[in-house]
């Protein structure tokens, strides 16, 4: 299986994860939107150096990961491309600070090292719950709650459109890849000579894939919205989820919950 293969492949097998049945995928997409929102919202405000309260967050993505029946696996390998450049923000920080802010045994840990480790964390967690929301739901119903937000209808449209058709896009780079494969035998890739051609011809060719795309939107009824896109409104079990995890979220936020289970357990 060559890479463009491979890339389809997981296209489809996201689309397959975003169909099950788990109480997570049951939830209301709004609902589920709005809490990463907020999750990562309360991820990235924590201090620097607070590396302790911080640690605490990775229960949300991890348990939701358990009940929507996803292996946490999937998640690291589905990014397994993006991760290293979010890891590689902050490799600099041991650098730029080296106050030392407490000894293990006999081995300082400086200020970078624990921003460091904060930073990257952050990161990390953020793709984990942005990772859950598109695994658990369709992207049709993202687009739907987007709309129910008042996030202007061309924005939605325009990203609904890009997630689902980056296939075709896919496949005719392979096809074209496959015909200049079968033109020059035996080498490996693409000549340099070749981009410029490649390129254009790969333009022409999507213009021409998108008027015929476009032709049939327009002959079953297209005029900018996806009816069956639209949502009932959030039930009870969505506002107990909404406001459950809020409330986590803030109690995480507001109070360093390992440190004080620590000293509870201590006594």
Known sequence: MNKLTKAQTELWEMDELAKGTSPIHGLHPLAKLAVTVFYIFTVVS?????????????????????IADIPVSTCFYKLRLVLPLVCAVGLVNPFLDRKILLYIGTVPITGGLVSMATLMLKGVFSLMASFLLIATTPIDRICAALGRLHVPQVLTTLLLLTYRYIGLMIREVAVMSESYALRAPGQKGIHFSAWGSFLGQLLLRSMDRAEELYGSMQLRGFQGEYHYARLDGPRGKDWLFFLGSLLL????????????????FMR
């Open 46 to 66: 924590f201090p620097k150096y607070d590396l302790s309260g911080l640690m605490i967050l990775v229960l949300y993505p991890v348990i939701l990961y358990q």
């Open 249 to 264: 979220f803030l109690a995480a936020r507001n109070t360093n919950l390992p440190e004080l289970l620590g000293s509870l």
